[in-house]
């Protein structure tokens, strides 16, 4: 089994620490390597097969030349089906021509539907605590699919195949967001950098950066790993949604009273928010952050839908599918707090779920290894359980 590419990958010969600390949201970073080590993440044949196999609507498959999004009409038919009614089907011969024509390949959250790039994907949800999207590019051509752009994401950009001109123009308004006060202007001059991407290599964008990327007249792959770090303003919405428990933030605001009505209730609501604001203010919303985010889905066909949950024996592998599970230590507990679900197990349960934190596959014989005083019978219900909450699967 090919090892899954993580954040120290990336970022290599940084270490993920100090990625976090000096380059994590502050400017663009490159990461040389070598050419085909992201090969087996995903190959033409693959991309080739989902263009086939699947029903792919407008906009998540879409192609874009010159700066404009080409009519999806004009390569692509709906087709009559007997249940679902109309769906898209690719034609071949017009999608093959634009491409030709020099527009580029959009395909959004590809780590869905090809596996390699879907572990890649809960890996680096994993070390990098946020939710994670990618998309693929892919072009043939000399010119840009989209003219010069800031994303509302941070991203990572790794080139598969070919490679990729890039010019990035800096930035003009600071961590700007989706949902903002003004838009950022435009930049002025020359870009600040500009450069080939090669094949193995992997480019950090944080978000509000100014780019624009061309083809370079050859075949080219890459995948944009989008994610969003978490935000004064997530944490004030959070906190809005917190407060609804409490009986005085869910009271009509006295609109018809006298002032000193309405300047008692502020003084009121100041208080209870002030309560709420104690040191551990952000280490509570990230850790409920973390908790809350959903496991990836992963059936575990076909004994996840037997009695027996597992296949039988020990000689097989299973993984966690909440990327950003925790484990809260009590007197003779451990609980296993992930997508939105808080399970408590004896503390005996302990070694098992900590390494199945990281979300790869492990060897059920191993695990048991790690737990010596669980007994066979014992494991397998363990597992089983959190089979039953979606949490586990076959790997």
Known sequence: ??????????????????????????????????????????????????????????????????????????????????????????????????????????????????????????????????????????????????????????????????????????????????RDVELPPRPEGEPLEDFLLEDGDVLYVPRGHWHDVSAVGEESLHLTIGFNPATGVDLVAWLADQVRADELFREDLPRFAGPGDRTKRAAQLRQQIAELMTDDLVDRFLSDRDAQAPAHPRIGLPWSATAGLLPPGDDFAVRLLAPRAALEDGEGTVALVAAGKRLVFAAIARPVLAALLDGSPHDVRVLAEAAPSLDGVTLRALLGELVTQGLLSTA
């Not at 940084?14 to 992201?38: C, I, K, M, Y």
């Not at 890649?120 to 998309?135: S, T, Y």
């Open 1 to 178: 089994m090919t090892a899954v590419p993580g954040l120290a990958d990336l970022v290599a010969p940084l270490e993920a620490g100090q990625f976090h600390s000096d380059v994590l949201g502050r400017a663009p970073r490159r990461f040389t390597g070598r050419p085909g080590r992201f090969a087996s993440l995903l190959r033409w044949t693959d991309l080739d097969r989902v263009l086939r196999q699947h029903r792919l609507d407008f906009p998540r498959l879409r192609l874009a030349l010159d700066g404009e999004v080409v009519p999806a009409h004009s390569y692509t038919e709906m087709v009559q089906t007997r249940r679902t009614g109309l769906v898209p089907r690719v034609l071949s011969a017009p999608f093959a021509e634009r491409l030709r024509a020099g527009a580029t390949l959009v395909l959004d959250s590809v780590n869905e539907l090809v596996e390699p790039v879907g572990d890649l994907a809960a890996r680096l949800e994993h070390d990098l605590r946020e939710r994670v999207q990618v998309n693929l590019y892919a072009g043939w051509g000399t010119t840009h699919g989209f003219d010069v752009h800031w994303d509302d994401h941070d991203a990572f950009i790794i080139q598969i195949a070919g490679r990729k001109r890039w010019r990035l123009h800096g930035i003009t308004r600071p961590a700007p967001l989706q």
